[in-house]
């Protein structure tokens, strides 16, 4: 079975700019959340995403985005690009269901720098 | 809210034992879990524990209190390939799928 899948690997954005991130789910799962990963701030939840509704948010401002399609990809938004928005940009897929234990699978991330 | 703390890094040498430790504070407790991540790979998941005690994976371990709000993550027989960053996670009231992780720890691991 493939593993969760982000495009693009790299990235590279001036500020003010936007970018679109994307990332393909295993096979058979319906949620799939987003997480902002940076050296001074670690792994912080963005959102999560299940059968094409947000489900949960952090707390992020409204720059970032997302969406989910009906084949359960998902892709993440940040417009108006800032430096603070460089970091690495995970997603994680799993069946989604209310079970205390389900094991999030990640992706390998996009890094985004933004000059 | 949710904070979990670790030690930001370990040393330790090749066949050694090395115990990586995590207290959280958390409105809410669904179980805690830990992940490897090698420099530029993905996090992958290692254990999950619900309930006090031991969970032994091969040459991971993972040990829960709920009563003292502390888990910790024991390798055994280290080698080289473990050198990698370990992070305990747990589970937000709010939805299973939202992880609140720690502040992660760096192992080295030396020849």
């Known amino acids: 079975k493939a593993g969760v899948t982000q495009t693009p690997r790299y990235l590279i954005k001036t500020r003010g700019q936007q970018v679109t991130l994307s990332c393909s789910p295993i096979s058979g799962h319906r949620s799939v959340s987003w997480y902002q990963q940076t050296p001074g701030q670690g792994l912080q939840f963005l959102f999560e995403?299940?059968?094409?509704?947000?489900?949960n948010k952090g707390n992020f401002p409204g720059r970032f985005s997302g969406r989910q399609f009906s084949n359960s990809r998902s892709e993440m938004n940040v417009s108006t690009l800032e430096l603070g928005d460089s970091a690495l940009y995970l997603c994680?897929?799993?069946?989604?269901?209310?079970?205390?234990?389900?094991?999030?699978?990640f992706g390998p991330g996009t890094r985004l720098l933004v000059l | 809210g949710q904070s979990l703390e670790q030690p930001s890094e370990v040393t330790a040498v090749e066949g050694a034992i090395v115990q990586i430790n995590c207290t959280y504070q958390t409105s809410g407790f669904y179980g805690l879990s830990w992940y490897q991540q090698h420099d530029g790979g993905a996090p992958t998941f290692l254990s999950y524990?619900?309930?006090?005690g031991l969970e032994e994976t091969g040459r991971f371990s993972s040990f829960l209190s709920r009563s003292d709000s502390y888990g910790y993550l024991l390798l055994q027989e280290l080698q080289m390939k473990d050198s990698a960053s370990y992070f305990c996670?747990?589970?937000?009231?709010?939805?299973?799928?939202?992880?609140?992780f720690g502040t992660g720890t760096r192992l080295l691991v030396s020849p």
């Open positions: 524990n619900a309930l006090d």
């Open positions: 995403y299940f059968s094409e509704t947000q489900r």
């Open positions: 996670a747990v589970r937000d009231q709010g939805g299973f799928q939202k992880l609140v």
């Open positions: 994680a897929s799993s069946r989604g269901g209310a079970v205390v234990q389900e094991t999030q699978y």
